[in-house]
Every structure is written in C-alpha cells, then in structure tokens.
C-alpha cells in the first residue's frame, strides 16, 4: 500500500448530535448513522426514531442512545434539547418525505443545524418557509443529496470548473432501478409503500425520489443551471398513483442542452445513476455503481480512465479519500464525506460565530432547486411536454 | 475451437453486382464491397463510382472492375446494363444522400433491385414516389440499416418477439460520436463536408447521419412503432449548417415510452450506439462498439452476459453468424449479413418469380419510416417541442 | 432503495479496544480504526501508536484517546491495561511485521484477545510459539486477511462449499501492483521503506505483503489446501533487498491446479488482487477493484453477474452487507466485516466461555498458513523452482 | 464517419490460391477462405478438402471449384497445379496437425508458396526438415499465428519496440477455454476427436492446440525469446490422452519473467487469449474477445484506452486496419490481414524475386519455435517442472 493521503481523523471536540426517523425497519437511518461514525467527528445522543412513540423509544434504547434521551416524537426532542446544557448541535431528519418540512422547521426554529434527506419538501412553499427560518435563526443546514459526496464526482466538478472541458454543450444523466417493476407496493413492503404513496412521498413518485438526485448531479458536476424543461412522466404499473418512470429534455444555461432519465421499473438497473458531460474540449463519464472511475477524454485523444486516489486525480477528489487507489470506497463513504464537509462547516461556525454554508456539501440551494424540479417536471407532464421555466 | 454453425457458404450462382458511387476518398463503399464478398454471393461486374466522370471510370478500373462495365455516370450504366444479357442483377447505391433517390429510381425502373444506403431519399415525397416504383415494377429493395445485421442485435428482436421481455415499457436508444466537435467541414475533410452540407445530405445533419440508426434500431428490436415524438435539435459547432446533436422523447404504440440521443459533439465516443429495452419481465442492453454481447436481465434474476454463438444465443443469431463463440465479429460481418439476406431474397425470387421482400434485412418500409422521422424531428424542433405524430 | 437485509447495528456493550502502531504517517492503523467504529461494536481506549515513545504518546492523543491511556511502548501498555479493572479486551496490531510476534505473545499473554496484521509473523519458528501460547491462554486471534471480509468472496466461498461448481480443478488468483515500479524506498516514502527491508518485512518483499494475500484467499474461495509449489522470486529494481515479483506454480488436494502471480512492478495496477475458480460443473470470478460484483458461469449456460446484495447472492453475502444492491460496498466494509465476526466471537466468549475461532473471519490457521507460504516460496526459488511440500 | 485510412484495396493480379482440409464438417477453413477473400487478393482455384477421396471432391465442388481442379487427395493435387500453366501459386494448409508436414512438404518441394496452420508439424525433426525444403526451394511460408494479425495487437508489438515501455520486465499470457470441459470427444464431436487424439494432434493437446498461440503472442509483442521454461500439464477429464490444462513460467532474454496459462476446462472461457506486458515504463493489456482495445498505462500516468483507428493508434495499426474507429472489426480481419501481408510478400517475390519472408506476418521461425514450446512443455512436464531450455 502506498499513499498516504486520507482524510484526518480529528477525535477531539465530537459534535453532538440526534436523529429524527431512522428506527425499526427504515433503511437509511442506519446509512447516515455509519456515515456520521466513520471519520470520528458525531457522536449521537438523542433520537425521536419513529412516528409510532413507544416504537420510537424502543429504537432509539436498542441503538444505545440513553434512554433519558430516547423520545416518543420530535416535538419533545427538541423542547428538551434545546433546553439543556449538553442538547445536540445538529439533527439528522430521515423521515418520510412529508415529515422533512415541520421537523426541520421545529429545529431550524429553536437554533440547531440540520441535516435532511432529500427532497427538502413535498412543496416549494414549504420550500421556501424553511428558507426564511434558516435565514432568520441563521443555522446551518445540510441536504443528503449524497452523490455529490462521491470522490469522483468532486473530481469531475472540478474538472468543469477548472475549464478542462471547455464549455459545456451537453448533459446527459440518468438513474434507473427496477425494484418497483411490480406492485411492490402492495406487498406490505414498506419501502415500497410510503415512496408510491403521495401523502407521504409528496406529488412525485420516481421523479421524487431518484430523478431529483440525477437532476442535482448534472448541475453539481456541469456547473450549469437548468433554464427550463420538457418532461413525459408515466407510471406504468397498474393502480400505481405517483410516477415511475421520468423522461425529461432540459435546457441549461449558456445553450447547452440535456436529458435526464429515471425510472423504477427497467429490470437488471440496481442504482444505476450514470452521468456523462461534455465540452468543447473534452468528456466525462461517471457511474454510482463503479464510483471509483471517473472516464475522461481529451478531444483527438484516448479516452482516460482516471481513479480515486490514482494519478490523475486531483485535490477535490484527494480532500474527500481515506484510502489508497485500487481500493474501493463506496456509498457510505461518500455519504460521510457529506457529515464531515457539514462537521467542517460546523465547527468553523462554532469558532468564528460566522456562516460559510459553502460547497461541496448540498446545502438548502440544492434542496429548494430539488423541489421546483419535481413541481416543473409534473406540470410540463400535465402539459403535454411544454417547456417550463425553473 | 467448438461449434459448427457458421453461416453456409453458397458459391454457385454467385449474384451479378454493380455499384453506384464508392470511388476513390469515400468510405462507405470499400464497406459494401467487403460486405459482398464476405460470403461470396455476389460478384462485382460493373460500377459508376464518382460523380466526376474520369473519377468514375478510373475508379472503376482501380477495383479490378472491367473497363467496358466502368461507367462515367449512373445513367449510361443504367442504360446498358439494363440491355446486355448477363446485366447485373442488383446495384448497390453508396452516394451522398441527395443521389439515393434519383440513381434508385432509375435502376428500379430498370427492372433491376436494389441495395440502397441510408437514408433512403431527402424528403417523404420522394420516398413515397420510389415506394411507387418500386411496387410497380417488383422489384427487391434493401436499406442499409446495417446495424439490423448484428447477430446479436438479431438474437435481441427474437427475445423480444418470443415474449421472454413482456410487454415492453421503456427503450432507451442512442447514437453518441465526437468527430464534428469542431469544424471539420471547414478543413477539407470530404466526409464531414457532405454531410454537414444541407444541398447534399438533405434537412438533417445528425439526425439522418446516425439518428435514423438508432431510430431503425428502436423499432428493429422493440417491434414497436413509434407514434409520436418531441424533438430538440441543435447545431453547437458555429456556421454548422445542420444540427450535430439530437434529443428526442418517444411515445411508442402500446403507450411505451423511450429517448433517443444522437450527437456528433460528445468527446470520448467513437461510434456508440447503444440500446436499451425493458419490459415487464426483463431488460436487454446492446452495444455496438462491443456487438458479440448481450445484456439479459429476466427481473428477479442476476443479469446475463449472452455471446454471439454461445450457450444463450438462439436461432436468430446463428443464422447470422459465422464462426464460434468468443471469436469476435465485427461491423463487416453484421453489413455482410445484410447482403447474405438480400442474396437468399433475390435467389427466391429467380426461382420463385414471387416477392418476398421480408425482414429480416431492412427494406423499403424501414427507408420510408427513417425518412419521416427526419421530418418530424426537424418539424417538432422547429415547434419547440410539439408532439408530431409520425 | 429496497431490501432491508443490512447488518444489525448492536450498540450495546460495545468491546474495549487498544492499538499497537498506526500512528503519524501510517496508513493502516487509520484503516483498523475506522474497520472498528463501522459497526459501532468496539470503543478505541488505549494505544501505544509508534515505536518512537514520544510519538507514540502524541499519536493517542492526537486521535482522542485519553492521555492516561496514550502509552510510551507496548510492553506499559500491556502492564498497565492488563492490571486494570476496565482494561482492554482486545488489541490491534498495525506495526510493521517484524514486530507482529513480540506484540501479540506479550498481549496473548496477559489474556487478551487479538487482532493482527498479516503476515503473522517473520517466521514459521515464531509462528509456532505463538500458536501455543494462543492454545494455552484461550485467547481470541485474528489476523486480518482482510479480502476475505468482502461479501463476494463469503459468497465464492458458500457457492463452493454448496457444491455449486463441482469438484475444484483450476485456481488462478493474482495480486499486482505498480507502486514499486521505482525505487521508492530511496525517496523516504515510509511504506515503501520498511516494506523493502528486511529488518521490518521479513524474508518476503511482495511475497509476504501482497502474495499472502493472495494465497490466502486461494485456500478461502476453493476449500483447498496447497499441498505443494514451485516458485520464481524476483527483484527488478536495481538494490532492492526483496522479491518485487512472484510467480508460482501451485498444486492443490484433490489434484487441483493452480498459479499465483503477484507483483509491485506492474504499471497500471493499484491492487488488482483477482482470482478465479474452475470447478466441473462452473466457474467464478471475482476481482478486488470491483468488489461487489462476482461473476458466475454454471458450464453450458451464459455468464451472470451476481451482485451483492441482488437477486443471485446468498446468506453468506448477506450476513457481510449493510445497503442495498447497487449501491457498492468497499475495502473498509469488507475490512470492518473482519471486525464485527471478531466482535461476535469476543460477545460469545464472554457470555459462553467457550472459544469458537471459527470462520469466516480469518484466524490464527490462516496466519501460520501464510508464513509456511512466504518460506515454501523463497525456499523454492532458491531451488531454482523445485516444488516444496507446504 | 470520420476517418479513411482502410487498407487499400489492389484487386488486380489475385493471386491463385489453393486448399488442402477445410471440407465439410471443418471449421478453420471456411475461416481462411473468408480471410483469402476478405481484399480481394486471391483466387481460390484448386483443393483437396478432405482426407476421404469422394468428400474431397464434392467438398470442393460445393464452394464453387471447377470440377477438374477438385482433387481427391493433396498428391494429385500438387502433381497436377505444379504442371499446368495457370496453377496455383499459394496453398493454404488447413488439415489436422499431422499432415501439416506431409502436405506442406509436398508443395515446398514443387515450389509452391505455402500458408499453414499451427502447429507448423508434431515434431521438431520434421519441422526442421520442412525448413531446410523451405530454403532450398525458396518459397515463401506463413503459419497462421492469426492473433499476430490484430490491429492492436501490432499496436502493442509497435509500442514494446519504440521503447515506450522501457525494458520489459514481466509478460503475463492465458487463453483459457471451456468447451473441453467435459469429454466431448467421446460424443462424435469431431473438432474435438481430432483435438484430443495423439495420432491426429501430435503429442500436445491444449498446449498444442491454444498454449502455442499465447506462446507466440508473447514473443510477438514482448519482442524477447523464451529462454526457459518450466511446466506442469495436467488431464483433468478421464480417459483424456491429451492435456487439457497448462501451466507454464517462462524466462526471457533480459531476464524478463512470465507465465503462461492455457485451459480448455475453465467454465466461462469462450476464446479467453489474454495478454499483459509490464516494462520500466508503462503497461500495456489486451484481449483476444474484445480486439478493438489497448490498454496502455504510462507509470505514473491515468490508464489510457487505445482504440483500434482511434486517436492514440500508430501506423501499425494503421496498416492492418480496414474501417473507422468505433466500428469494431474482429477475427475474421485479423486472419484476413496474415493473408493480405502474405499477398504483399508473393507480390513482392513476383516482381524482385527476391525472398522477403519479413514480418509482421508469421512464419517459419514462429512455427518452429511453437513446436519447440510444445516439445519443451511436455519434457518439463514430465521431468516434474525441471526448468528446459529452448
């Protein structure tokens, strides 16, 4: 083994933190548990862990959290934290879609940073309320669009910015599964059945929950805004009431142009999230499911396969490594690199007193963008195609 | 080395061929002539290979085709070809775009048949009027769509048909090359010349250069007809006058749903073409740069690598196959089984004095369907995206 | 996301940890650590982090472990963590290998359980001493032939074992590197240098670092022993004191074939540890840069690729995975699968007693295994190949 | 499509071509005659396509050989075309390996120029016996090594002899296969019939049969001779006269080291060729399945892919290459290039009368040296892997 250049360990100063959602039978309660445990920087003591209280209280016990810290909702999580000496400098919300906004509302509202799932809201009022308290309480705040902790995507981004590309012409970016290709749903899976359900999913299905990560990622790689859109959103399983499969032509700044696909019912796609941008000067292409490569070509000459933590790869993808090349790091260290960015942000906050919500954590730009891309695309759909503004 | 079931090689009777077009400086025609001789159906016997008169002949000669059958134009060799005894049977037309229509028209009238590239004429009228000729005068008429001749891309329609995807929901199909990322026309290049040049490639750069490909691929495999699309064109590279790249949503009969993206503008991409089909059942993805494989993922199941003769691979690919599993074929064996087929079509109909003009080689419906989605994608475009129904 | 088959989390009576080495400039230590909080089973409270005592002291600290605790030396530690009511009950050891022996009799003999860097030891004499102060203490030993934590090599391993491919015939297993290609070691790289020297590495170079691994794996996948092997050492870089590339020929029980390369001197390769397994009846194939995918041809049918966590894999994978397929795992989940068996073997010997060093997690067998192999390997290609009895 | 630089086509002056073996029921010879025909350079004329007299004759007669030149056995045949004006000029040897010296001899003794298949003959007695005929009568002679005839391959070959690799330190190579897997031969299945039958095969099976083609490539591209060798052949499927599995390490000249992998029980395999060579420089990496890639690693550098016409591709290359990048050519070209290289040297003969038996295609030399491999492995074989010089 060979390099030495892996993130710091820094032990000291812990932050405090709680959890929102993320008990018995959730999956992605535990990812953000190991993602805030990897490089050291959270410990977690508090946590409100499911919507039932006595199922919330048992998870939260069974977890480790002590059980005077162990609550029946989140509404006296933070009543109570926010009155002790020791309460949790940051929450982590990994509810259901429709409990993003109020809960992050009642911890923006009573001064604690936040880090949320995606997507931010089921509305872009909702939107835009927790905008004004994130503003007014002046916390920080954190939006799991996880991807965009991928060493490689950092390096691609970095790419686009440093010019090596040129200027970009076109985005193309897609993210299909096939895990909803039959009515789940109606299994009893749960998984499965708050994501169809619009009461808590919120107005898109696949749109909601997959199209918004692809559609974060071709503006956190291409550094190019999405002017307006096309959409054709289809569900094609019977009875299914949200979405489940999403196509989309975008226009981006500056001309360029770009589709983007999702879909939960194209059989042998796990979490197939693919983007490919291209420039005057040059192409991409990244894949979730390799994360380690990120291909690039040079126009006029051979295509380069560019590895994390190899030769290629420059200081954004360095900053977000803890290994040597040739061995993998996967999802869950890209989702820690999200707690530790937010760790950074925090702790600078703490000593300076200032606000720096800056790159490469999503922060609530992301989020707010995420929700006027589900709103855009379900009703240029309802539009038969036409060509929505965001 | 294992299996047997290479192709037949049939010599007798080997099929009196000419050529229109071809000559020295072009590309396509050293691909049609290789692909005659493949399987030694046909023999190469006469040829007006340039527009230049000299050009032509000389051509011709340099070829080892006879000095008394090396026409100066098309139409002097129409003329004779057409009143000597052993006149060649069929023509194969391999001039820029704007030619296709009257030099097939002629040999059509001629009573001769034809092997006609893509795409079949620059304007639906046309087509129409060739569709007219040609039914009066019976003749045999294939479009080369030669990407229909992968053995793999055989074996893919076959699982299609044979229900083992049910019903199709999604076909993702797309045709990325970087070499016009500049302006290539502007240097002399003859290929990019022509056809960035509207007076002889007709209304669509890119889109009739390679979108047609991916369009006749889409329909090939998913036995389904496009209803309508939405179409985006644009031409990146300054003073281009046609569009170098491509996007388009699809709405296919059986309410499917897919895209198509074709671009001469993406650095990194040689000729890759690609395709992807799911239904109900399961998914397919197919590569052009990579033919001898197929992607096969029946849903629930782990994905399956089939290989052109190997153990996977049915009757469909056999028939167009030539040697064993793992010996790898190439695009001259695919183009080569285009002419194979049409050959087996016009020994039947020497014999059979009837017209079976059946797939699977691309014919005259797969000629007239490529030219309308030229025209529609032009006119959807020129809408700002109106759904056009083709 | 989908299954929700993850690895519990089991936050209670977390383990008592120390570490030996993996201070400043380390690169494994920060590895072990991290393997350790994954699953939140263990809690770091004592180290001796460097040979240099006062580095040693600094290192602790540096990382959080509290300064009582932060020992000059190994030998105060084992002292003093032994006299004490809370003391450790296991120990990492991360130094370079030739202080592998001395750290883990001293801690074997104060009782307490062991985690070690591989090779075991720097010879089979050594080996065997710790062997039997292992048997006579009752400790727990593991020695972290990380790769076979990952969950597709647990399930190449089950689908072996299950009869799957038959009677074993053929095993091909390579581990090459580049990173030595020049001669680092004279630069001050610190990796580079003990593991170039024969003080600190031993007698094997890239036998001992990477070849071990490689053979252990062999043995993990197949569930064969080496019976016999030749061996081809070899040193490309001009004063360099170890093997920089290793070939040999090995022959298996039940008359299994196989070969085993491993090199630091091969350009374009970071840590391309592959191997593949040909039985009667299939063959597997799994490589270490793309972990979580395992190819699998059951002869006469087509190549499937099974995924973690997908459709094709079983408990074996299972028991070894946190998320869902498609979203990749990588070298620090496999590694801290490592640590949480441990951490299951050391839960049921406090609770029963009774010493289960059972597999999968690799143990002491696989250790003195090793050194048998790096010896078998120099001696052979001292012999000019000559096949030696393992 | 971009580029024009497709071999020429030269159809005057075919040159006359004749066939022994390759009747029905074989394989190899259809492919040399796709190959002979593939530029057009030759003229199949004459053949004596199988051993029986009456299946000799309607074998030929099938393809389309007149009638009076379709021999019963190979010495009437060379009897005859030696004494007309118009016989063959080339024949192409296709039979079984044992009668490649009984056949090649016939036609070098009457002065004809010869194409033979590998092994050049089953002893190396009687391949230098064929050599010293070969001088004597000064014919031209190629054995068809046909992977030495690969576009990138020559890349490969092109870039180890500019030096862009430095001095080449290690070569691995491997062809496995599968199709043996099971006794196949005891079905009716003639390929392998012949394959594993001594009398018919020579004393070599799958070292014979695929071990001397990677043997060859290595040679081919490393540009270094084999010194030494130590081998361990194995039978696994009962009742097998032949070996079906290889293994072989391998000294060069220059002290570069090797191994060598050859299998055709390693379920998965189709035509697996496979080669790596490492230099002080740079790496390089083929595939025989999937031809149209090169990888080449500059040390220190990103891994690069080559394609076969691709920006990154030399005059090697070049030269053996018929179509755009991006359109994938495959096995059939590359056997193709063997016999339009030869044509260039017939030609070559023709005019100067000079004897230029250069590379790059395969020769006397090659198939020699293959015997001598053969002979070598199966010494060392037997003398328990005692290192044999060649």
């Known amino acids: 083994m060979t390099n030495e250049n892996a993130k710091n360990e820094m032990k000291t100063n812990r932050i405090r933190l709680g959890m929102v959602g993320g008990g018995q039978g959730a999956f992605i309660g535990a990812v953000h548990r ?100 994130v503003k007014k309480k002046g916390v920080l705040f954190a939006v799991t669009y996880n991807y965009s902790g991928y060493p490689m995507v950092r390096q691609a981004r970095e790419m686009v910015r440093s010019g090596e590309l040129g200027r970009i012409r076109v985005v193309q970016v897609e993210y299909p599964q096939d895990w909803l290709s039959t ?122 396969l560019i590895t994390r933590a190899g030769s290629g790869a420059g200081e954004a993808a360095a900053g977000a490594t803890r290994i040597p090349a040739g061995h993998p790091e996967g999802y869950l260290e890209g989702f820690a690199n999200i707690y530790s960015d937010f760790a950074d942000a925090v702790s600078a906050h703490k000593s300076t007193k200032k606000l720096i919500e800056s790159r490469p954590y999503p922060g609530l730009a992301d989020g707010i963008s995420g929700v006027k891309f589900i709103e855009a695309t379900i009703k240029s759909s309802r539009q038969n195609g036409k060509w929505i503004r965001l």
């Not at 992050?104 to 509305?123: E, N």
């Not at 500056?254 to 019912?265: D, E």
Request: proline letters at 5%.
């Open 183 to 304: 009515a789940l749903e109606e299994t009893g899976q749960k998984q499965a059945a708050w994501r169809t359900d619009p009461v808590q999913a919120g107005p898109g299905g696949c749109v909601g929950d997959i199209g918004t990560h692809a559609f974060q990622l071709a503006g956190f790689i291409s550094n190019l805004e999405v002017k307006s859109l096309s959409a054709d959103l289809y569900s094609f399983v019977e009875d299914r009431k949200l979405d489940d499969n999403v196509q989309v032509m975008l226009r981006f700044e500056n001309n360029a142009r770009g589709m983007l696909w999702a879909s939960q019912v194209a059989p042998g796609n796990e979490n197939a999230l693919r983007i490919r941008v291209y420039g005057e000067k040059g192409g991409l292409e990244w894949s979730q499911e390799d994360p380690n490569y990120l291909w690039f070509t040079p126009l006029g000459h051979p295509r380069q």
């Open 34 to 133: 190991i993602a805030a445990r990897m490089d050291d920087r959270y410990q977690l003591l508090a946590g409100a862990l499911a919507s039932e209280p006595q199922r919330a209280v048992d998870s939260a016990i069974e977890i480790g959290i002590d059980a005077a810290r162990a609550y029946p909702d989140y509404q006296k999580m933070v009543d109570h934290e926010s009155n002790i000496d020791d309460g949790i400098e940051v929450v982590s919300i990994v509810t259901p879609n429709h409990m993003h906004f109020p809960v992050a509302r009642a911890f923006v509202d009573a001064g604690i940073h936040v880090i949320c799932d995606k997507p931010l809201a089921t509305s872009s009022k909702d939107a835009a309320a927790l905008q004004s308290a």
